[in-house]
Every structure is written in C-alpha cells, then in structure tokens.
C-alpha cells in the first residue's frame, strides 16, 4: 500500500471502532432506560435482559448472522485478516464489529416492549433466532443488496434507508408487536370497561440518563453509517450527519413535550424523553442530505407522532410499557417516508415496499417463533409471579432490596 492509502486505511478503521464503541454504548442507554421505566421489583430481570441479549447478538452475528447478512464480506472469520486482502478501505473486522452492535439494539427494543411479563428464558431463546436469522435475513435484502426471495432488489426499486430507521428500529418494533400480541398486557393496565391504568415507572433520573445515552451513542449510529471519514468530503458528510442528527433530538423533545401539555396539561417528562428517540429515529433514515432546519422539522414530526401513537396503542390495549412500538416503530415508518423529501435517489413507493418488506417478514417469523418458543417453555410469567415482580423468580435477586418490605 501507498503511505496515503494506508493513512486512509488508519482513519477509517479507527474511525468505524470509535463509531462501533459509541453504539455499542447505546445498549446502557436501552437498559437505564428500560430499568427507569419498568417498576422496581422487575429492575433485576430488565438489566439481565439486556446485558445477556447483547452477548446472544455478539455470538449469533458472529456464528451465523453475519454471513447471513452479507456473504460476500464474512470470509476474513475464518481466513483472518492479511495485508493483501484489504480492499474496503477499512479492515473487515471493524466492520463485523459495526454491524453486531446494530443488531444488539434491533433487540434491545423488543426488550422494552415485552417489559415485566415475559419469562427471561424464552426471551433469550428468542433473541437466538432473532440476531441469528431474523434480522440477518432482513439486513441481507436491504443493506446486503440482495434479491427478496429471489424475485427483486429493494434499492432498485427506490428503497434507501442510510442507518437503519426500518433496518433497524422497525424491525426491533416489528418483533415487539409479535411479543406483545403473543404475551398480552400486564395483569391491571386495563380494566374491562375499557379503562386504561398507568403504571409509572420506578425510577425517572435512570430513564432521563438512558436518553442522554443514547441521543450521545446515536452519533455512532448515524455518523458511522457514512463508513468513511478520510477524505475531505467523507468529513464533511460525517459533520453533517451529526449536526442533523442532534437537530432532530432536539427537534423532538420540545414538539413531544409541547404536544404533551396541550394533551395532558402537564409537562410529561417520559412523553419528552420519547420524544428525543423519535426525533433520532426519524432523522436515522437519511441524515445526510436535510438542512439543519429540515432536520429539527423532521425530528419535531417524530416528536409529537410519537406521543399520538403511544396514546392510541394505549386505548387499543397495547401494552408497550416504555412505548417502544411508537418511538422505533411507528416513528420508524415515518423516517423512511420521510427520505425521498431531500433524497432524490429514493421514492415514496420504494421506501413502503421496503417498509411492507422488513414489517412483515420480521413480524411473522418473529410471531411464529414466540408460538414455538411457547410449546418449548413459558413464555409468560404466571400471575403470582407477576404480582411479585420478576426479579425474585427469575434472578433471585432485588435490585433496591433496602426499599422494599421484610418477608
């Protein structure tokens, strides 16, 4: 290699580790958060769900996922990593540690939406299939380039999804809708004359911390998803994908909060903390491409959807404990529409297809395998393990032990 090559190798590798390491972070901002939003006798249960799920993704990726997912790049796990053979621009195993990250969070969201009534070993079982084949199958047609069943390619019929908005959140909240609908809602969220009961949360300072982690690790996710930062307008680029990127946060949390008032009276802080994952999810889908105020405008719509959405679910009997289906679902959706508004390689009819392509594969194959996880073990906690909360009879242990009354 030439010096500037190699130099260019040298930045874009270190540059994709840092961006890896920053999503990778994103997974303590999904467990504070969660554990803020669960109550607290479920706290043990929602930190071991998470830790545990990113380790099933790690090995999952690394064993079959990834050469599900692209084929063409995985060789290097078993031929290793020579001089001769690096022609990305960036070594491949920084890649593969860029890529298991986002298929940690795809499942991290799950996680929230089957919050406080799912048994930890059918979750676990799940997320094998779900890092292994289900998110892998979905990533090969969309960021793999591959034909659907053989039949087209999402990006020649006008799909574009830049850091994952479907990829990713989509996919997460499409396997969530399957977890809920299977499992149900907590004993006590509705009553049977159509009341709904909010079930706060246990503690706020850990879910506003697990926001502030995750609006920082999503400077990882959009700006690695450049893949480049070497050259003048590779830089340029990744400077514009996090400027946008925290335009659209900010975007979001003051719509949401506004919408919340005008619904509620009240400033809500947990409607102003989603609403900064939907302006981050709104804006994941094309980043590069809005001005700064398009951005805000486009973080603001995920704002204040979000808080519609989590209100709808909530009187169709949806229960999303920390309103994951909203922010990565319903928000999602409306990311990838939004794309063809400043991207003039996309359209609207490609961006649904895409959209129908990923909601309904991951969807149905993600609400069979609960089926059958079903008739392997439960995969809902019984009622008098729900009443007493999921951290004694599934970890043995109380996350705030001090706080809670002598048995």
């Known amino acids: 290699m030439e010096v500037t090559a190699e130099l260019s190798y040298a930045l874009n590798t270190f540059y994709f580790l840092v961006c890896g390491a920053l999503v990778m972070w994103m997974a303590a901002g999904f467990a504070m958060l969660e554990a803020g939003l669960v109550r607290s006798k479920n706290t043990t249960e929602i930190l071991t769900k998470n830790i545990v799920l990113f380790a099933i993704a790690c090995t999952m990726y690394m064993l079959v996922g990834y050469e599900i997912m692209y084929p063409d790049l995985s060789n290097f796990m078993l031929d290793g990593i020579t001089a001769e053979n690096l022609d990305n621009g960036y070594a491949p195993s920084a890649d593969f540690f860029f890529q298991v990250v986002f ?56 799909f574009s999804d830049f850091a994952g908005s479907g990829i990713v959140h989509m996919a997460g909240a499409a396997a969530g809708v399957a977890g809920v609908l ?24 850990l879910a506003t911390l697990g926001t502030f982690i995750l609006w920082m690790g999503w400077f990882g996710f959009n700006g690695g998803s450049v893949l480049a930062t070497a050259t003048v307008s590779d830089a340029t680029a990744v400077a514009n994908v ?70 709808t679910l909530d009187k169709m009997k949806f229960d999303d404990p920390v309103g994951a289906v909203s922010v990565h679902g319903v928000v999602g959706l409306l990311g990838l529409l939004l794309v063809p508004l400043t991207n003039d390689g996309s359209s609207f009819s490609g961006q649904l297809i895409g959209a129908a392509t990923i909601f309904f594969w991951v969807f149905g194959v993600s609400y069979a395998a609960f089926k059958i996880i079903g008739f392997i073990t439960p995969v809902r906690v019984s009622e008098e393990e729900e009443y007493e909360g999921s951290d004694l009879s599934e970890c043995g242990l109380e996350a705030y032990p001090e706080f809670t009354t002598a048995r």
């Open 242 to 311: 996090f400027m946008n990127t925290n335009a659209a946060a900010a975007g979001g949390c003051i719509a949401a909060l506004i919408v919340a008032k005008m619904m509620f009276g009240k400033f809500d802080l947990t409607m102003a903390l989603n609403g900064c994952l939907a302006g981050l999810v709104a804006i994941t889908a094309e980043p590069s491409t809005p001005t700064a105020l398009q951005a805000t405008i486009f973080g603001a719509l995920g704002g204040a959807l979000v808080v519609f959405s989590i209100v």
């Open 103 to 158: 298929v940690a969070t795809a499942m991290s969201i799950v996680s929230g939406a089957v919050a406080e009534r799912m048994k930890l070993l059918a979750f676990l079982i799940f997320a094998v299939v779900m890092t292994g084949f289900i998110y892998p199958m979905e990533g090969n047609w969309t960021w793999g380039g591959e034909a659907v069943f053989g039949m087209y390619t999402l990006g020649d019929l006008g």
């Open 182 to 205: 299977v499992i149900g809602a907590r004993k006590g969220k509705y009553t049977a004359d159509g009341k709904v009961n909010a079930i706060p949360g246990a503690n706020m300072p």
